[in-house]
C-alpha cells in the first residue's frame, strides 16, 4: 500500500514538474508583464463582415 502511494506521489510531481517547465520555459523572469512601458499597444481585431452585408451574384454575369 505504501508503494502505491509512493508511486502516486512521485507521478503527481511529475506532472506538476512538466507543468511548471512548459510553462515558464524561455521567459525572462517567469510570467510575462501585464502591460509594456514604452512599447505600442496591441493590435485591435477588425470588425468581421456580417453575412447580412455580403452581396449576391447578379444574375448573367
Given at each position: 500500500m505504501l508503494?502505491l502511494l509512493?508511486e502516486?506521489l512521485?507521478a503527481?510531481?511529475?506532472?506538476?514538474g512538466i507543468?511548471?517547465?512548459?510553462?515558464?520555459?524561455?521567459?525572462?523572469?517567469?510570467?510575462?508583464?501585464a502591460?509594456d512601458?514604452?512599447?505600442e499597444?496591441p493590435?485591435?481585431?477588425?470588425?468581421?463582415?456580417s453575412?447580412?452585408?455580403a452581396?449576391?451574384?447578379k444574375?448573367?454575369?
Amino acid at each position: 500500500m505504501l508503494l502505491l502511494l509512493l508511486e502516486a506521489l512521485g507521478a503527481g510531481l511529475l506532472f506538476i514538474g512538466i507543468i511548471w517547465w512548459t510553462m515558464f520555459a524561455g521567459r525572462n523572469k517567469g510570467e510575462l508583464p501585464a502591460q509594456d512601458a514604452g512599447g505600442e499597444p496591441p493590435l485591435q481585431p477588425t470588425p468581421a463582415a456580417s453575412a447580412s452585408d455580403a452581396q449576391p451574384p447578379k444574375p448573367g454575369s
